[in-house]
């Protein structure tokens, strides 16, 4: 009894101590607590809740609660990389000495502006029952850096007891992030995106960081603290700009003709250019010709000759381009509207953020998976307004189907092509209207049939003279209908009567060659998105796509800050760069500084970078050569002097003075010192020559003031050898040359200046002075129209006036009104009937 009492007693302690060991076992065990999700923007957090079931929630101001879930948000970055002067003391000054900065680490400090919502975040994301946390931010590289940095900040790297996952959103229809929920990504799995993202953020810290403070030191040494911004994509784009300006400044029109003749086939007129082929290849066709001699002898052979037809016809087909990626849709929004990078993407993110009407705009891919085509015929179904005919149309003609051109899962990296979503928003802005009618157009017209052309080339030869005919006619319109095209203006030939034909009248007209265009946003885009190599061929582009400068989502960031660090100025739709593009890449030319002037080789790190999310390429092996290259530029910047760059100029000497060249600057020997570009325009050597020999020059056209708007000046050298713009010239200062003509107004003399003309009363401030300037809008004003002007008189058509408020150039003749002031006439709109009656599609 006893043995069985105290066996008893044992198996209850036993128990007892079992009971205390689970209990405590449990005590430590994760029990099941909240989800926190982190969206980007205020905005998307309310979507998810509404997704989630908002009457479930409870608005905390800075997040909504419910029993299971908390939704917060960041306002785009809560947390940056310090600045140098948070990290080191000694790199408070921006002293070359401080250089290179290395920071084994990259500190990390909040943004100043969103404080108050990390704050808020900080608590949500410590609190002991919020045991998930999910990244909602944006689908992307940037979106996983943004949460990475907040979460670091926060927890200083200890992630232990919080599970990670990722929701995935290709857009934000209540069925995309329903979808987007169901299929959550473990944060394991987004290591190789958070990688390149933090990889991107550091080279940006350390080529930007760098470069700017080691250019800022150098410039500084001149005199002044001169900042000089520069960055790793940033200046390589910049060096292409300025490259291209140069390619422009140096440009020699040349001079060439054309020759234009009309024949009569039997009654039926048409008319043909002389052309001869190509020698190279055969096939090009040669129109120009730059022998004036040449012009005659065609004039004088085929003048009233008869001549021998040849033609033939062939069909030719033009395809639909494939769906849109964001640099497509921005380049394409630039030509047709003239909307810069920046505002498209603010469109575009607002046509998928906020109205739910198109998926995820910052994509490189122009196709969509290749499961996607149910869901396609379905959105298909719900387009509206004029464009519901054409979706019909293709749904009814079953041309939805599984094609490489648009379902392709080897050409999607993290989004598929931009699309509509299937909801019709309201409420559009007119800008708005246009980038979303413009995506639902590709949409829908990337399932229908190529446009049918018929070409026609007509060759007529005259005493062994060639005269081609090219005529082009669209039979059916095919995806064209979509844009509503039912015919183009391209016109038709009138059919051949036989095979002769008689020059009737020969016409010669002279041309100049013309300088390589400026960039717009579209083609700098487009350079962009090939490193370098604007190429305009489809295929091409996309097969060089993955070395670009920049990302699709970064483009138009790039391009906005070249134009507020004062690098680049627009000008209508043209990007022009500033004299201080030019200092600073001519500089950095001369440093040798590659990381900073090679698009290429920038464009090779975006590469591996899209190498490191794939995992085919090491974070670790891609910060050493960011490391190498950043103690190469700041070698570089330390050891170059500008002297070193002297030589004597090719014009020297100019009255009996040498002259010496750097990279930035011409100096005499007596110490006039001018630098290769003022205001904006760089000087060629015969402008400095004539400068220096008169000291002055002009006037000229071409400079441009610190905010970008073009004028017209005289330079001259003033009496302290410095250079000085003359505009208006004050009639007290007025120094004049030999007479030109009597005004009209009151008769008095009218003499020559240095920036146009003035009567005699105007030097004595009379009421009826006149003064006439030698350039307006940009176009010099030749001598012999101001003096028909003065004989009251009109010139002569003038061409080449740009309009200061459209930037467009127009024609126009010049006249004095009775107060002797300046009037435009312009010449009557000149009506153009179709060259050919017009074929229509049968």
Known sequence: MATTKKTATKTAATKTTAAKKTATKAAKAPIEGKTLIIAEKPSVALDLVRVLGQKNFKNEKTHYESDTTIVSHAIGHLVEIADPKEIDEKYKKWEMSTLPMLPKEFPLVATPATKGQLSALSKLIKRKDVTTIVNACDAGREGELIFFYILQYVLKGKFTGKTIKRLWMQSMTPAAIKEAFENMRDGSEMENLKAAALCRSEADWLIGMNGSRGLTAYNSSMGGFQVTPCGRVQTPTLAIIVNREEERMQFVPQKFWTV????????????????????????????????????????????????????TSAPSLQKCGPLYDLTTLQREANNRFGFSAKTTLS???????????????????????????????????????????????????????????????????DHFAIIPTGVMPSGLTEAEQKIFTMICQRFIAVFF???????????????????????????????????????DEESNIPALKGKSAKTVALEEKEDFTKPPAHYTESTLLSMMESAGKLVEDEELR???????????????????????????????????????????????????????????????????????EKGKETR????????????????????????????????????G????????????????????MIGGKRLTPEEITELLTNRKIGPLTGFRSKRGAEFSAVVIINDENKIEFVFDEKP?????????????????????????????????????????????????IPLEEIKKMLAGEKTTLLKGFRSNKTHRTFDAYLYLDKGGKLKFDFPPREFKPRRFGKKKAE
Request: net charge neutral.
């Open 732 to 780: 007290e200062e007025v120094e004049v040359g030999a007479e030109v003509g009597k005004s009209p107004v009151d008769g008095a003399a009218v003499y020559e200046t240095m920036t146009g003309y003035v009567s005699d009363s105007y030097l004595k401030k009379e009421p009826s002075g006149i003064t006439l300037p030698k350039i307006l809008l940009g176009k010099e």
């Open 620 to 655: 670790e092996k891609f910060m050493e050569g960011i490391v190498e290259m950043t103690k190469t530029m700041v070698k570089n910047i330390k050891s170059f002097k500008e002297e070193s760059t002297t030589g004597e100029a090719p014009f020297s000497p100019v009255n």
């Open 542 to 612: 996309d097969a060089m796509k993955e070395r670009g400068l920049g990302t699709p989502a970064t483009r138009a960031a790039i391009i906005e800050k070249l134009v507020s660090d004062k690098y680049v100025v627009r000008d209508g739709k043209d990007m022009i760069p500033t004299a201080k593009a030019f200092d600073l890449i001519k500089v950095l030319k001369a440093m040798d500084i590659e990381a900073l002037t090679s698009p290429e080789l920038t464009g090779n790190w975006e590469y591996k970078m899209e190498q490191i």
């Open 347 to 413: 469109i575009a993110q607002a046509l998928y953020e906020r109205h739910k009407a198109t998926t995820y705009p910052r994509t490189d891919s122009r196709c969509l998976p290749e499961d996607y085509v149910a869901p396609v015929k379905a959105t298909l179904g719900k387009i509206e307004g004029p464009l519901a005919k054409f979706a019909e149309t293709a749904l009814k003609n079953n041309w939805v189907v599984k094609t490489p051109k648009v379902f392709d899962n080897s050409k999607i990296s």
């Open 260 to 311: 234009e003749a009309e024949f009569d086939n039997d009654g039926n007129h048409y008319q043909g250019k002389w052309f001869t082929a190509n020698k190279e290849d055969g096939k090009d066709k040669i129109k120009q010709i730059f022998d004036e001699n040449r012009v005659k002898e065609i004039l004088a052979k085929c003048k009233g000759k008869a001549g021998t037809v040849e033609e």
């Open 449 to 487: 049939p190529p446009a049918k052309y018929e070409n026609t080339t007509r060759v007529t030869t005259v005493e062994g003279e060639t005269f081609i005919t090219e005529g082009k006619v669209l039979i059916d319109p095919g995806f064209k209908a979509v844009y509503g095209k039912d015919s």
């Open 657 to 676: 003075k040498k002259v010496f060249e750097t990279v930035s600057r011409y100096t005499t020997e007596d110490g006039i010192v001018i630098r290769k």
